[in-house]
């Protein structure tokens, strides 16, 4: 069936540098829509990016990620992480005609000074 | 701005006990969500609809059920809860599933002594 995998659970990084979680989907469908939603803590989960055009970078709030769709996968991206970047990422599939969103189980990113 | 609105907030009760949780949108949307949120697991959809009186199973409906009374109105019935159903509870609504944002309530934190 579909399904989305992250394999961070949990992300630990310095203010400054670079960040990625990885994502990555299976799907029968040639035409998926990926999605990262961001929480943030004691906020509702809300959208951060989605895509469904293959090899296009999107980019949102300082965050990018490509679909690729040879590799399956849905990386997001950050040049510099800021302390404010500290949230629970869930990367996300669906596909036309799909009942609902299918999430992976969520990337904690902790950025301290 | 889309709204999603979720009560109550935080709610504890005891092993057998009978919990109803609410939610409204007001955003005309057709789709409607019930997520439960676990470390580990990430958002688990319970159940959905696409319009009123009408009802899905989602992928961890075991120990409960729902009913949709309107367009706006989307409820969460807990009839026997148990520990297991300790957890934080989203409730989402969006025009499609596919391409529209899903947007989030502000989650209803359920314990269950």
């Known amino acids: 069936g579909d399904s989305v995998t992250q394999t961070e659970g949990l992300v630990t990084l310095t203010e400054g540098l670079p960040v990625m979680l990885n994502c990555t989907y299976q799907?029968?469908?040639?035409?998926?829509?990926l999605f990262w939603y961001v929480h943030y803590l004691n906020e509702s989960p809300r959208l951060l990016l989605k895509s469904s055009t293959d090899n296009k970078r999107t980019e949102h709030q300082g965050f990018h990620a490509t679909l690729h769709k040879s590799s399956s996968s849905f990386h997001l991206q950050k040049s510099s992480a800021q302390l404010s970047d500290s949230a629970l990422y869930y990367c996300a599939l669906s596909y036309q005609g799909g009942r609902a969103l299918i999430f992976g189980t969520g990337t904690t990113v902790s950025v301290s000074p | 701005e889309a709204a999603v609105t979720q009560s109550p907030r935080n709610k504890v009760t005891v092993t057998g006990g009978n919990v109803t949780l609410s939610c409204r949108q007001t955003?005309?949307?057709?789709?409607m969500y019930w997520y439960r949120q676990d470390t580990g697991h990430g958002l688990r959809l319970i159940h959905y609809s696409y319009g009123a009186g009408n009802l899905q199973i989602g992928d961890v409906p075991d120990g409960y059920k729902a009913t949709r009374t309107t367009q706006e109105d989307f409820f969460l019935l807990l009839e026997l809860a148990s520990p297991s159903q300790t957890s934080l509870y989203f409730c989402?609504?969006?025009?499609?599933?596919?391409?529209?944002?899903?947007?989030f309530g502000a989650g209803t934190r359920l314990s269950v002594l």
């Open positions: 799907t029968i469908y040639s035409n998926p829509f």
């Open positions: 955003n005309s949307h057709n789709y």
């Open positions: 989402a609504s969006s025009g499609t599933p596919s391409q529209n944002t899903l947007y």
